[in-house]
């Protein structure tokens, strides 16, 4: 299995200032057919569903507000949320897909306002 | 709109069987894989196994080979997943999602509570 870990595992930020979320896989998602990461993005809020950010490392779900990024290749990647908001506080994981059936996710980070 | 409806919270005893559903609407249901999630209370995500109701080919994580099954009835736009034997530690939240690579639709989710 490819095992996916995230760091932090919680962080505080501000209202309007910048959180960073790592993942790192223990084996490279990029894929030399197509030169994509095969890797997403996940928030969820209490009592609900995840729901996705991001896919192919760094493309925003419609409808995902611009202030989320997701960037990185290989093994190592980082969602970025610019200003943060009420809204973003939540539980965010990676997920690879680059087996295909049998995706991993990372633990989670929980993101809360300092 | 895509929509992945899923059955009602369950409480069963150790011991006992249960089975799960998802609904499909929205899309053409037979095309695209389904996947299982399980989140236990207070703790990250964990991918069970997938099908492809189309054909009913399944994969499952190591993890959870043989602790459950999944299985799909396409004429109905359904996926399952049932245990034979609940353990006080299958408690959890267990999502279905459709596989496009990534999860971009989701069910609500079924809490399935197993106590004595």
């Known amino acids: 299995d490819i095992v996916m870990t995230q760091s932090p595992d919680s962080l505080a930020v501000s209202l309007g200032e910048r959180a960073t979320i790592n993942c790192k896989s223990s084996q490279s998602v990029l894929h030399s057919s197509n030169n994509k990461n095969y890797l997403a993005w996940y928030q969820q809020k209490p009592g609900q569903p995840p729901k996705l950010l991001i896919y192919w490392a760094s493309i925003r779900e419609s409808g995902v507000p611009d202030r989320f990024s997701g960037s990185g290749s290989g093994t190592d990647f980082t969602l970025t949320i610019t200003s943060l908001q009420t809204e973003d506080v939540a539980v965010y994981y990676c997920?690879?897909?680059?087996?295909?059936?049998?995706?991993?996710f990372g633990q989670g980070t929980r993101l809360e306002i300092k | 709109e895509v929509q992945l409806v899923q059955s009602g919270a369950e409480v069963k005893k150790p011991g006992e069987s249960l089975k799960i559903s998802c609904k499909g609407s929205g899309y053409s249901f037979n095309n695209y894989w389904i996947g299982w999630v399980r989140q236990m209370p207070g703790k990250g995500l964990e991918w069970m196994g997938v099908?492809?109701?189309?054909?009913?080919?399944?994969r499952y994580s190591p993890s959870f080979q043989g602790q459950v099954t999944i299985s799909a009835d396409k004429s109905i736009s359904t996926a399952y997943l049932q245990w034979s034997s609940l353990r006080a530690s299958d408690t959890a939240m267990y999502y279905c999602?459709?596989?496009?690579?990534?999860?971009?639709?989701w069910g609500q989710g079924t809490l399935v509570t197993v106590s004595s």
């Open positions: 099908i492809y109701p189309s054909d009913s080919d399944t």
């Open positions: 997920q690879q897909y680059y087996t295909t059936h049998l995706i991993t």
């Open positions: 999602a459709r596989l496009e690579q990534w999860l971009a639709k």
